[in-house]
Every structure is written in C-alpha cells, then in structure tokens.
C-alpha cells in the first residue's frame, strides 16, 4: 500500500496536499475487533478519497499508564490484512502525541490514532491557497449532537 497509505508528507507541495485530519477512535477492551473498519478505510484508499499518513495504536492501562500496540498484537479477526497498515507512518506523530491521544480513553480501553490527507478536497484547497485565502477555523459536529438536534426539533406529540 504504499503509494496510497503510507507516502512520507516529507517533499508534498501545496498544490498536491490536501488537508489533514485525525480521528481517535476508542475501542472497549471486552470487544473483538473484527476488521470491519479496516475495509473500510481501505475502500476509502483505494477510491483517492483519504491517504493514510498514520495509523497507530495505543492502550490506556487500569494503572492509567499508556502504551503503544503494535496492528498485530490487537487480535483483528476477519479478512483484512494489517500487514498492509503496518507501516503506516509519516512522523507527524510522535511520543507526546500519543500520551495525549491515550489520556482521553478509559482504562483497559484500546484507541485507534489515525491521521489522513483529505484527497478529494485537495483541488478545492489548493484553489484556496493560489487565492492567499487561509483556513481560520474548522471542526466537525459529532453525529450524536446532530442526532440529538434533530430529535429536539421532531415535534412533541409524534
């Protein structure tokens, strides 16, 4: 995978790059993981939607410390070969990065660190950046709060 996953930002020029973004996304400790998610970011790969820059794992222990966990000790059943997130790695993240990432997670609980270049907006900001326009804020709405609004808009008698 390495022309879509793993490519090294070392060397990308404003004009190929397009905006990073990271997800940590926690897994309880009593749930297998079934590979699931990894095809789907695969699809997301290989369709020129995101590019993997980094994939790492880490584990919150009951003692509160935070330790990194290597794809292949996580126990990932199904189809899906995590040889191929291995290596995913450019160096955006480092020890600190982690230690952060693992404090938010509840002990024993296991988390997903991923950072990844939004392929398909890559066009849109570059145009952006040819203009000398800059990004001054971003975020993202959580699909609970969404889900939650809209169930306070529903009226009240249905």
Not at 90 to 119: F, T
């Amino acid at each position: 995978m390495e022309t879509d996953a793993t490519p090294a930002v070392a060397g990308a020029t404003d004009d190929l790059l397009g905006p990073i973004d990271y997800l940590v996304v926690e897994f309880p400790a009593e749930r297998e993981l079934d590979g699931s998610v990894l095809v789907e970011l695969l699809d997301l790969v290989h369709r020129g939607l995101i590019r993997v820059l980094d994939l790492t794992f880490v584990q919150r222990g009951a003692d509160g410390s935070v330790a990194a966990v290597s794809i292949e000790d996580l126990g990932i059943a199904g189809e899906v070969d995590t040889a191929l997130f291995a290596d995913a790695s450019s160096g955006l993240l480092d020890d600190a990065d982690l230690a952060d990432a693992g404090g938010v997670l509840q002990p024993g609980h296991r988390a997903a660190i991923l950072v990844y270049e939004n392929r398909w907006a890559a066009p849109f900001a570059t145009a952006l950046r040819r203009t000398g326009a800059d990004l001054v804020a971003s975020g993202r709405i959580p699909f609970q709060a969404i889900l939650a609004t809209l169930d306070a808009l529903e009226p009240a008698d249905r």
